[in-house]
């Protein structure tokens, strides 16, 4: 009896997975397919932070990448990376994001929302990293002292008149990017 169930139970987990995989590869599909509409900075955001006015840091440099990696609002995937030198030694600091969640004109659109944290060394250099599900815009970058509501150091804005910069180049995952080359041999390539 304990034969015939030990052989029962992988069969039914086997069932249990080609439908699951057969689920997924359906909702693939049908992604592709459907019309989705995307954002700009849907790609890898490189983020350039200068010192705001009046900064405990006025010589401190900053940068960054925000990556997309797929997915739609508001379960896009993202992986970010900072990089600071010239903070004060051994102090925490916080990266936060504006507007990262929230429909346009709303007051989620214009909070703050952290996406790591980290303590400078002794030469006052420091970085940090995350995952993040989710990101309706990215226009402004903020790396706040000690905590989450404390003095701005530096700031990275998207566009003309701010402080620092956001600039987004496609990847593979961005709407913006290139369709890949045919194939050799199929009919579209000849």
């Not at 052989?7 to 249990?16: A, D, I, L, N, Q």
Request: glycine share 12%.
């Amino acid at each position: 009896m304990s034969t015939q169930r030990a052989g029962r139970y992988p069969s039914e987990f086997h069932g249990r997975s080609v439908i699951a995989a057969t689920f997924g590869i359906l909702v693939a599909l049908i992604a592709t397919v459907v019309p989705v509409a995307r954002a700009d900075h849907e790609g890898i955001n490189l983020v350039t932070f200068a010192a705001v006015d009046g900064s405990p840091a006025p010589n401190a440099s900053g940068t960054g990448q925000m990556e997309y990696h797929g997915g739609v609002e508001p379960v896009s995937r993202w992986t970010s990376t900072f990089a600071f030198a010239g903070l004060e030694p051994e102090t925490t600091y916080v990266v936060m994001v504006m507007g990262r969640a929230g429909e346009d004109g709303s007051a989620a659109a214009q909070a703050e929302s952290p996406i790591c944290a980290f303590e400078s060394d002794a030469a006052g250099s420091g970085h940090c990293w995350d995952y993040e599900l989710g990101m309706r815009r990215i226009g402004v970058v903020l790396l706040r002292h000690d905590d989450e509501t404390a003095t701005v150091v530096m700031r990275a804005t998207r566009g003309d008149g701010g402080v620092g910069s956001i600039v987004s180049v496609p990847n593979r995952f961005s709407p913006a990017s290139p369709a890949p080359p045919p194939l050799l041999g199929s009919p579209i390539a000849g």
